[in-house]
C-alpha cells in the first residue's frame, strides 16, 4: 500500500495491534464511521500515550467522536464526546485540551473539554451562545484560554465569528468585543499564540477565503493582516513563529516572534485538503507536510520541499511524538488507520546523503 518516493524506501508500519480503526469506534462509540471521511483528525503525544481524536466524519458533518489513547502497540477508549466529529487536540502545561466543534445538544451553549492525563476528562459547557468551537489555546504562563468560535446572537439565526477567554481554566468566559466583525461574520476557525501576541482564523462567507487577525493585547483588540488563509487547516506554532496555510494550499505564510511575515511558496505540489492537522515539526528542526495525493513532504528551511513517503491515502492529520522519536499519521475513509514512521532512520538517511539535507531556518525566519 506504503510506494517508497523516489527519494526514500521507507516506509510507514501500523500504530496499533488490534481491531480495525472503523470497527474500534464503532464498538466504543455505536455511531457508523462515514465511508469517505471517517478518521482520525488531531493526534496528541503526553508521554509515553499518544492521544488520538477521531470523528465518524468531518468536524460538524455527523454525530460521533472519541477521545482514544495508544502506547503504540494497543488502543483504548478515553472518552466519548457529545460531539460531531473531532478537529484539535493541543498539549500544554501537564494538561491535554480539545474544543467541542458541534454539540449534539442546544445551541445555548458550546463546549471545551480538558484531559488529566492518563484519562481524567472534564467537560466545561460555558460558552454562551456558541454552536461551533473551532480552536482552543491554552496559554500556560497566562493562565489564559482562548477559545475560537461560530456563535449566534441568541436567536439560533445570526450567525458570526469570535473569541472567548477564560481566566479561571474555562469555567467561565467572556466574548471579546468586536462590533466590526473583525473576527468574521461568519466564523473564527482558529487560534493560537506566540510570546505576546496571539493569531486567529477570522472568516466572513463559507465559500470564501479566510484572513489572518491579529491581537497584541491579550486578545482585547484585533486587526486584519492582509494574509488570506485556508479555513479548515489549524494553525501551527513553534517557540519561533506560526506558520498558516496559504488559501490556494500553494504555500505557507510565516511570522516569527517579531511580527515579520514571510511567503514559502510550494513548489510542484498542493497541501492537502480536508487535512485539518497538516504540518508538524520534529526534536531536531525538520518539517513535515501532508500533500495532495498522499505525500509527506519534509523540509528543514520552509521553503524547499522533498516527498518523504508517497502513501497513496487521504491523509487528514499528522504530529510527531518525541518519546518514541516517530512521525505519525492518519488517513480518512472506510478503511481509515493510524501510521508511524522512525525518524531517526529517516534523519540518518539524511545525513549520509541517501535524502536530501535542507538548510535549517534562515536567521530572518527566527527570533
Known amino acids: 500500500m506504503f510506494k517508497p518516493s523516489p527519494q526514500s524506501p521507507l516506509a510507514l508500519a501500523q500504530l496499533y495491534s488490534g481491531a480495525p480503526l472503523g470497527d474500534f469506534f464503532r464498538q466504543a462509540t455505536g455511531f457508523m464511521p462515514d465511508p469517505n471521511y471517517f478518521g482520525a483528525y488531531a493526534v496528541a503525544a ?3 500515550q499518544l492521544y488520538i481524536g477521531i470523528g465518524a466524519a468531518r468536524p460538524g458533518e455527523y454525530d460521533g467522536a472519541l477521545l482514544a489513547r495508544t502506547d503504540g502497540k494497543t488502543i483504548q477508549a478515553v472518552y466519548q464526546p457529545a460531539e460531531q466529529g473531532f478537529v484539535g487536540l493541543t ?6 485540551y480539545f474544543p467541542g466543534p ?17 484519562g481524567t476528562v472534564t467537560k466545561q459547557r460555558a460558552l454562551v451562545n456558541v454552536i461551533h468551537s473551532w480552536g482552543l489555546y491554552p496559554d500556560v504562563a497566562a493562565q489564559r484560554l482562548y477559545a475560537a468560535v461560530g456563535q449566534h446572537a441568541g436567536d439560533n439565526a445570526t450567525f458570526f465569528g469570535g473569541i472567548f477567554i477564560s481566566t479561571d481554566k474555562g469555567a467561565s468566559w467572556e466574548a471579546v468585543k468586536d462590533p466590526d466583525r473583525i473576527l468574521g461574520k461568519y466564523r473564527t476557525y482558529d487560534v ?7 493569531y486567529a482564523t477570522a472568516n466572513d462567507d463559507y465559500a470564501l477565503e479566510s484572513v489572518l487577525a491579529k491581537s497584541n493585547d491579550r486578545g482585547v483588540t484585533w486587526k486584519r493582516l492582509d494574509l488570506a488563509v485556508q479555513s479548515r487547516p489549524r494553525l ?8 498558516a496555510m496559504r488559501a490556494n494550499r500553494g504555500g505557507l505564510y510565516v511570522i516569527d516572534s517579531l511580527g515579520r511575515k514571510r511567503e514559502a511558496n510550494f513548489k510542484g505540489f498542493l497541501a492537502a485538503d480536508w487535512a485539518y492537522n497538516f ?7 525538520w518539517h513535515y507536510l501532508l500533500a495532495e495525493g498522499g505525500n509527506i513532504m519534509m523540509s528543514r528551511d520552509l521553503r524547499t520541499w522533498n516527498v518523504l513517503l508517497a502513501t497513496g491515502l487521504n491523509l487528514t492529520t499528522v504530529g510527531y511524538w518525541p518519546l518514541k522519536d516517530w512521525l505519525v499519521v492518519g488517513d480518512r475513509g472506510a478503511k481509515a488507520g493510524l501510521w508511524w514512521l522512525d525518524l531517526a532512520a529517516v534523519r540518518q538517511r539524511a545525513r549520509v546523503g541517501k535524502l536530501p539535507l535542507d538548510p535549517v531556518l534562515p536567521p530572518d525566519w527566527t527570533a
Not at 498539549?91 to 491535554?96: E, K, T, V
Request: proline letters at 8%; hydrophobic letters at 40%.
Open 46 to 48: 503526553a508521554g509515553n
Open 91 to 96: 498539549y500544554a502545561g501537564g494538561m491535554l
Open 102 to 118: 458541534d454539540p449534539m445538544e442546544d445551541w445555548t451553549l458550546g463546549n471545551i473539554y480538558q484531559v488529566t492525563p492518563p
Open 192 to 198: 493560537i499564540g506566540l510570546r505576546n501576541a496571539l
Open 236 to 243: 501551527f506554532a513553534t517557540p519561533n513563529y506560526v506558520i
Open 279 to 285: 504540518i508538524t515539526v520534529d526534536s531536531e528542526g
